[in-house]
């Protein structure tokens, strides 16, 4: 079974300019997530979907970030404009199910400078 | 609001060692807890989930854990370490929010553990 993907690995950009990451789940995996992970921290959730629908985005910086599940399946997070602080992993991951006491699965993450 | 506090950033324990990786958390509803494993360049990998039942938990790797409700507490034990198991650790904490129902993963700050050899 093919793991969580997700593309680019690396990205270094300049502040304000915009950048893209993207994110492949494993297929069958209705709830879809995107984390943030700074250096020397845990992930934090920035968005969940069910299918193509938010079902928490609370911690999503939304005057800078966005992120789209079209059909249900692959997913975008975006920056625009980045700052500095953005510098992070950004984790993606995947399951089965959203009863909280699911598995979730991770790709292995873009990791982002922001110079 | 649930919280995950992990004691220690940095382990270092011998080949053969007990090693011992610590997690309380604040919760005023029972939890589901769990522990993630995180090897360089690569994602989270689930190693153990408590949701009810038995509170010794087993997982992967000979990793085990005790959920310990009066003390809060799910701490990670292995009997011997390998060197393949040095990467950071993650204890996560999933609760109900009692105003959205919604429930979400809050991860501690992380445990790097070092095996000499």
């Known amino acids: 079974e093919a793991g969580v993907a997700q593309s680019p690995r690396y990205k270094i950009i300049e502040k304000r300019q915009s950048v893209a990451f993207w994110c492949n789940p494993i297929?069958?995996?209705?709830?879809l997530y995107w984390y943030q992970q700074i250096l020397g921290q845990g992930p934090k959730l920035l968005i969940q979907f069910q299918n193509n629908g938010v079902v928490d985005d609370s911690q999503l910086p939304k005057d800078r970030f966005s992120a789209e599940r079209l059909k249900g399946v692959d997913s975008t997070l975006k920056i625009q404009p980045a700052k500095l602080e953005d510098s992070a992993v950004y984790l993606c991951a995947s399951s089965l199910e959203r009863t909280g006491r699911e598995t979730q699965y991770f790709g292995p993450g873009t990791r982002l400078l922001v110079l | 609001a649930q919280s995950v506090t992990q004691l220690g950033s940095h382990v270092s324990v011998s080949e053969g060692a007990l090693v011992l990786l610590r997690c309380n958390y604040s919760s005023s509803v029972p939890p589901y807890l769990f522990w993630y494993v995180q090897y360089p360049n690569q994602g989270l990998q689930l190693l153990l989930k408590y949701t009810t039942g038995a509170t010794l938990v087993k997982g992967i790797n000979g990793f085990e854990a005790e959920f310990k409700k009066s003390e809060t507490s799910f701490h990670l034990t292995k009997p011997s370490a390998h060197m393949s198991d040095a990467a950071e650790y993650f204890c996560?904490?999933?609760?109900?929010?009692?105003?959205?129902?919604?429930?979400?993963?809050?991860f501690g700050s992380g445990t790097r553990l070092q095996v000499q050899p």
């Open positions: 996560a904490v999933s609760v109900s929010n009692v105003d959205t129902g919604r429930r979400a993963l809050t």
């Open positions: 297929s069958g995996h209705a709830t």
